[in-house]
């Protein structure tokens, strides 16, 4: 294979061509065969790179990524010699191109590295030649050429991949079991079941990238002996699942998916199956059912899916960001990967943060950094200059991490000590005028709606906590409810089928584990400290500060207020219902909740 | 697009077109049922008594499909579906505010349509645009960063 140390794609769609890019292109070729360079540079053909009728004839060079546009015939001779012999970048040509805000992704903040994320943003994803251009599958010519499967799972097994859906199993280990089943036909499957809230990092991907997954699949099928593999993608991507269809149907046309792929007597081919609305089918058992056909339920394990998978045969599940991160290893090596990280948790990791904090969108960093440096330094800070309370972890499984633990670093382990999950990447950060208890109830409520209903202690367990949680923000909670919290919380973890029940007493129990005296104030004193709980909290006028505007009194839906205009208003609590309005449109701050 | 009649014969052609589109093995069953939904609207009983013939499944195998996965809805539906995200960062950047007041604006609950057959408003799990939240989608297009004031001029645009 030819190695060019710069690729130039060339804009051909009709728009272009009217304004004559042939004849660029023609000009061009001419013009790097007088300079000797044709053995060093190379063009390529594309669809369009920018709006034809501002840049026409464009094209863009790489590895730099330097879109030069409104290129003539006469300009050729003169952008080889600065681009191409000297190296500089002929700033007259380049194309000023309308700066569209990222604002999920945007520029790289501070502590970031970006390997899964590199290329979103930054190709076409429904160009196939924009991710060749940017060293794509070169990591699969090197796989299929010269590595044995064997070779490829000791690669990843070195490079310290962990699962990055959140259980962080050894990928290479993974790959091995699979590998070692003797039974065909056996499957490659890619989760893109992304349902934690909060978590968008694999979606992102999938629009952005789609093509890394696609070759870290085909590289995890040649390890494992696979012909066949899925993407399970849920329904509510589908701007995801059209970018999936159209790189795997280019991936077929350029030889990469289908029979002997590059040459080689490697078959291999990939489907998308879309999901329709079920967070269980995140669980890989699960979501086997689902290819399947059948209820989105969990099946016990063992077996597991490295044994019998899908359709009863091997498979090997991964995650998007796992599959996406494997041509980079392939292509950098894995001592390179392993440098990154922890001990334990090597590479990096992409999270989604959301929540009180002022940056929020999509991260990419080293594992081992600490939660103080995400939230500060890469989100810089909370919103509003108000105080952080909390961070959730690794979604509505995980837990909820207090004040005191920001110093602990992002690991598998240390999450797990924590009492929490790293999960798929989910980050939650909370305020100080969060309420712990309304928290938990809110992931409680959505684990106990997705709870399939196949196991008894999930079914029925989340179902009591949700009601217990629930009389206690309405101010009924009982003395004793605390205790019988704990006990159904561990109940619930020891005896539940599959991840989902075995995580969702996490946000609740670590809710009462470090902010237990929230839950003591809504039971004991009837007073809910944040100020969240409605059958807790009194609405009042400040005496002082109220100016008798009336404009409370006429807002209020139940005519709560009452007063003279001019004179001080009083709130009737036997009448108000804790709507807040009141609040709201008061131009003197003189409403306050006690 | 979205038949308003549903008559057996209108409904017969569209469970024949699809199955003829995607095969009828068992593994197919999920991505028939998603577009027959999507183009009559629902999955009316008829449909699901012609799914299991023609893929030769018994009859409480599809509704129990049917009725497991949340987009997937076995009772009609409104001309216009709205979905509420019920995540956790809309909830926590004011999606309470905005879901309560999307209930009085319609005056139904979640799961319910209104009597006039125009709106159905469903909760639906997260969306992924988390940036944008609270995130309410009409159909298929997608509004963010709402607030309880907008929504009547938004929904305003739908007839």
């Keep these: 294979m030819p190695f060019f140390r710069s690729h130039v794609l060339i804009s051909v769609d009709p728009e272009c061509l009217k304004r004559g890019a042939h004849e660029v292109m023609d000009a061009l070729q001419d013009e790097l065969v007088q300079q000797g360079l044709n053995e060093e540079v190379q063009i390529l053909e594309t669809s369009r790179i920018g709006d034809p009728v501002q840049f026409g004839p464009d094209l863009m060079v790489y590895p730099e990524g330097v879109h030069y546009a409104n290129l003539s015939v006469d300009d050729i001779p003169f952008l080889v010699e600065e681009h191409f012999l000297k190296g500089r970048v002929v700033n007259k040509f380049v194309a000023q191109e309308s700066i569209i805000a990222d604002e999920e992704l945007g520029m790289p903040k501070a502590k970031e590295i970006r390997i899964v994320l590199r290329n979103c943003g930054k190709i076409d994803p429904n160009n196939i030649e924009e991710y060749i251009a940017e060293d794509g599958y070169m990591a699969l010519g090197r796989v299929l050429t010269e590595l044995s499967p064997e070779d490829v799972i000791n690669e990843v097994l070195s490079s310290g991949l962990r699962g990055r859906g959140g259980a962080g199993f050894p990928t290479g280990k993974k790959w091995s079991f699979a590998r070692a089943s003797a039974s065909t036909p056996k499957y490659v499957i890619c989760n893109a079941d992304e349902g934690d809230p909060g978590a968008f990092m694999n979606r992102r991907v999938l629009e952005s990238d789609p093509h890394a997954v696609v070759e870290g699949m085909i590289i995890a099928a040649y390890a494992i002996g696979s012909s066949q593999g899925y993407v399970y993608c849920r329904a509510e991507y589908p701007l995801a699942v059209k970018t999936l269809n159209i790189a795997i149907q280019q991936a077929r046309e350029f030889g990469f998916l289908g029979k002997n792929i590059m040459g080689t007597d490697f078959s291999f081919d990939l489907e998308v199956r879309m999901g329709a609305g079920a967070f269980v089918c995140g669980e890989e058992t699960a979501l086997m059912s689902s290819i399947e056909g059948k209820r989105g339920e969990p099946r016990p394990r063992p077996p597991f899916p490295a044994v019998r998978g899908l359709f009863m045969q091997p498979s090997n599940i991964n995650n998007v960001e796992t599959y996406a991160v494997v041509p980079q290893i392939m292509l950098r090596g894995p001592e390179w990967y392993a440098s990154m990280g922890t001990e334990k948790s090597k590479g990096t990791k992409t999270f989604a943060l959301a929540g009180d904090v002022k940056n929020t969108g999509l991260i990419e960093v080293p594992l081992g950094i600490t939660l103080r440096e995400i939230i500060f330094d890469v989100g810089g800070g909370i919103k509003d200059n108000k105080g952080f309370k909390a961070i959730q972890t690794g979604g509505p499984m995980g837990g909820m991490i207090p004040t005191k633990l920001l110093d602990l670093p992002i690991d598998y382990e240390s999450l797990a000590s924590a009492g929490s999950i790293m999960g798929s990447g989910g980050l939650i950060v909370m305020d100080d005028e969060t309420c712990m208890v309304d928290i938990a109830r809110f992931f409680m409520d959505f684990t106990q709606d997705e709870s399939c209903g196949k196991c008894v202690p999930c079914r029925v367990g989340t179902r009591r906590i949700l009601e217990i949680l629930n009389r206690i923000c309405e101010g009924n909670g009982r003395d004793g409810d605390i205790e019988l919290l704990e006990k159904l919380c561990y109940e619930i973890k020891r005896d539940s089928l599959c991840g989902l029940g075995q995580g969702a007493p996490n946000p609740v129990e670590t809710a009462l584990k470090y902010f237990r005296e929230e839950f003591e104030a809504h039971i004991y004193e009837k007073r809910c400290p944040a100020k969240v709980c409605r059958n807790l909290i009194t609405y009042e006028v400040i005496t002082d500060a109220c100016t008798g505007c009336t404009v409370c009194a006429r807002n209020c839906p139940v005519t709560a207020i009452s007063g003279e205009r001019r004179q001080p208003h009083l709130i009737d609590p036997d009448i108000c219902i804790r709507c807040g309005i009141c609040m709201q449109v008061c131009n003197f701050n003189a409403i306050h909740i006690i | ?159």
Aim: charged share 20%; hydrophobic share 35%; with cysteine.
């Design chain 2, 1 to 159: 697009m979205v038949l308003g009649a549903t008559h057996r014969s209108d409904i017969e052609e569209v469970v024949n077109e699809v199955v003829q589109q995607y095969g009828s093995s068992r593994d197919e069953l999920i991505p028939i049922l998603n577009e027959i939904n999507r183009k009559v609207g629902f999955l009316p009983n008829g449909v699901l008594e012609m799914v299991s013939k023609q893929l030769k499944l018994p009859q409480s195998k599809v509704l129990s499909v049917a009725t497991f996965y949340q987009m997937l809805s076995t009772k009609p539906r409104g001309r216009h579906v709205i979905q509420f995200c019920e995540s956790a960062p809309c909830h926590v950047a004011g999606g309470r505010q905005v879901w309560e007041r999307l209930q009085e604006e319609l005056n139904i609950k979640a799961g319910e349509t209104t009597e006039d057959g125009k709106w159905s408003l469903i909760t639906v799990s997260c969306l992924g645009v988390c940036g944008v939240g609270p995130v309410v989608v009409i159909d298929e297009d997608l509004y963010g960063n709402v607030t309880p004031d907008q929504l009547p001029e938004i929904l305003s645009h739908y007839s």
